[in-house]
Each structure stands twice: as C-alpha cells, then as structure tokens.
C-alpha cells in the first residue's frame, strides 16, 4: 500500500483485487489513478498504475476486435504516428489540413468529425501520420474508449485547446485512461512548422542504400533520436535480427562508411549499408 493513502484509494484497490472482468479491473484501476497520492514519493506508484492501465487497455480491445462483425475505428501506422485530440471546434480539422495533404470536412458546428481522418506530413522527405480523431468530451476515458485507444496505440500527441481548463480537463483524461505520451500543446489556430513537430518528438531521419548505389533520398526511415542500427532494420523487415550481419554508415561515423555492429547509435541524417545473411 502507499504512504498516505486515504480511504478512497484503498476502496478502489480491494475493489480491483476482487474485479473479475477486465472492463471491472479497468474501471477500478481509473479509480485508483484518480485517488492516487500526488506526493514525490509516490511517483512509483503512480508509473506503475498507468503502465497497468496501458496492459488492460490493450488486452481489452485484442478481445473487441475478435469479436465477429465489429466494426473498429483503429488506424494502421504508418511510421511515427501523432494522434490530434481536443474538445469539439478546436480546429482540428483545420490543423490537420494545413499539415497534411487530408481534406477532411471542416464546418463551424460540433462534431464535423465522425471518424478518423489520416494524412501524412513531410518534413524534407520524412514522413510523419498525423491522425485526427472525433471530438473528446468530458468523461472520455469511460464513454469513449475507442477512439482513446487510437491514442494509446500512437507515438505522440497534438493536443488541441482554446483554454487552461480545456487542456487541463483533456490531460486528465489521457492519465485516467493510462495514456503516457510526449504531447504538444496547441492553442486553437496555431499552425506548428513540420520542423517544429520533428523536433519536439525528438525524431531523426535516417537514409538507406544498397551497396554500390547511391542513397535514397526520397523516403527516410523516421527514428526516435538514440535509436541503434538494430532499430533502424526492425523497421525494414521483423526478421533483421536474425539475418543480421554487419552494417556500413556514413555521418555518425570516425570516416565515411565505417563498419559497424547492431547496437551503433545513429545520427539525424546518417546513411545505413544494411548487410544481411
């Protein structure tokens, strides 16, 4: 048990333990969020809930969609993914078409939005999906899971608000839902420079080529800065690991097509030599 746990927390933990669904285990751990302690030396704690969460959630939705006949509002990624959020007429629509080559509808009543809508931003070749989906309300991490579970899945956050409350309301709905991701604030009618959302995601760009060809340019891979060789490969083919060899890279190295092994940490415009088995 906690330090300091009041009487409520304690309610919501036995209730939990004694849950048998999953949808109750759910509802029991939002409590347990809700009444956690907020002190330092309960940030443990409180990790360990949202990371809890995040499992349940998963699991949750593995079961809906093997139900026959359900339709799903699940988006397939496409490299780094960035869900837009916010309460209803906070211009997300606008934002997504300023970013993207989507044409998504946009008019001056709520709710314009009825699904996700997807479309992909370069930045300088690298491609970045941008996801914005229907309008949040109040109560969102128990009425509207599904479109909360788009977000957990994503990599990042664009989250849209016309005030502190509004944004303050929408946050505590991520934690509530167990969401624990980079997020970037925007007021509404901001337009972020496609620069700006590479970097705050803190993403590099890594090019590939074949040996005795010349790199591509037209597609980079799209990384977290501190990725490895490895990670650069398992965004190729789920099998690198094990036809792995060696790899050749040119920029982050001492000289120029320097051989390197699985665990070298690339640099934002760096060319890889993948060879393989």
Not at 28 to 51: C, D, F, I, V
Not at 52 to 65: G, H, P
Not at 89 to 109: F, H, M, Q, R
Not at 154 to 180: C, H, P, R, S
């Amino acid at each position: 048990m906690p330090i300091n746990a009041d009487a409520d927390f304690v309610l919501a933990q036995k209730k939990y333990e004694e849950a048998r669904t999953l949808e109750e285990k759910i509802k029991y751990l939002r409590e347990m969020l809700s009444t956690a302690p907020t002190h330092k030396g309960a940030e443990k704690l409180r990790k360990e809930l949202t990371q809890r969460m995040v499992r349940l959630r998963k699991e949750l939705e593995k079961q809906k969609t093997k139900k026959k006949g359900r339709k799903s509002l699940a988006v397939k990624k496409q490299g780094f993914q960035v869900v837009i959020i916010g309460f209803p007429n906070t211009g997300k629509s606008s934002l997504l078409k300023k970013l993207t080559n989507a044409e998504p509808v946009i008019a001056d009543y709520p709710f314009t939005t009825k699904k996700p809508e997807v479309g992909m931003m370069d930045y300088e070749g690298a491609k970045l999906q941008l996801v914005e989906i229907p309008a949040l309300l109040p109560g969102a991490s128990e009425k509207q899971a599904e479109l909360l579970s788009i977000v957990l899945n994503a990599d990042g956050v664009i989250l849209v608000y016309e005030n502190e409350e509004q944004k303050q309301a929408l946050m505590n709905e991520l934690y509530l839902f167990g969401i624990d991701k980079p997020v970037m604030f925007l007021e509404k009618g901001s337009v972020p420079k496609p620069r700006d959302l590479f970097n705050f995601f803190n993403l590099i760009r890594v090019y590939t080529k074949e040996p005795g060809e010349e790199p591509e340019r037209d597609n980079p891979l799209v990384l977290k800065r501190g990725s490895t060789v490895l990670d650069a490969g398992k965004e190729i083919h789920k099998d690198f690991v094990r036809k792995f060899k060696y790899a050749r890279v040119w920029g982050s190295t001492k000289f120029p097509g320097q051989r390197v092994d699985k665990d070298h940490v690339l640099k934002d415009g760096d060319v890889i030599e993948f060879h393989v088995k």
